[in-house]
């Protein structure tokens, strides 16, 4: 069992930046990809980047590339999602997942986190 829990969301200013956590707890995390994904409002949820905890390996959505950046601290168990010159479409929940390398889809979810960007 992995547990995720996200914070750094909030009501932020268009033009803002703004750095995502997630730590993670339960087990160490050496074959796994954590990733963000997000869901606007009336929106399907949808992938943002990923990492693979090992070789720090990221992959971006196209959305995302040129504005955000993500990151792991391994020492602290901790992937990041920094996000530049936030605009009112990256209003959102934000949600950490983690996955073993080989495995199809997501097995755990954070609970989420909120951001909101003012215009």
């Known amino acids: 069992q992995v547990q995720l829990v996200e914070s750094g969301g909030g009501l932020v200013q268009a033009g803002d930046s703004l750095r995502l956590s997630c730590a993670a707890s339960?087990?160490?995390?050496?074959?796994?990809?954590m990733a963000w994904f997000r869901q606007a409002p009336g929106k399907e949820r949808e992938f943002v980047a990923d990492?693979?905890?090992?070789?720090?390996?990221?992959n971006y959505a196209t959305s995302a590339k040129g504005r955000a950046t993500i990151s792991r601290d391994i020492a602290k168990n901790t992937v990041y999602l920094q996000m530049n010159n936030l605009n009112a479409e990256d209003t959102a929940i934000y949600y950490c997942?983690?996955?073993?390398?080989?495995?199809?889809?997501?097995?755990?979810w954070g609970q989420g986190t909120q951001v909101t960007v003012s215009s």
């Open positions: 997942a983690a996955k073993i390398w080989y495995q199809p889809g997501y097995d755990y």
């Open positions: 990492i693979r905890w090992g070789s720090s390996t990221t």
């Open positions: 339960g087990r160490t995390l050496g074959n796994w990809i």
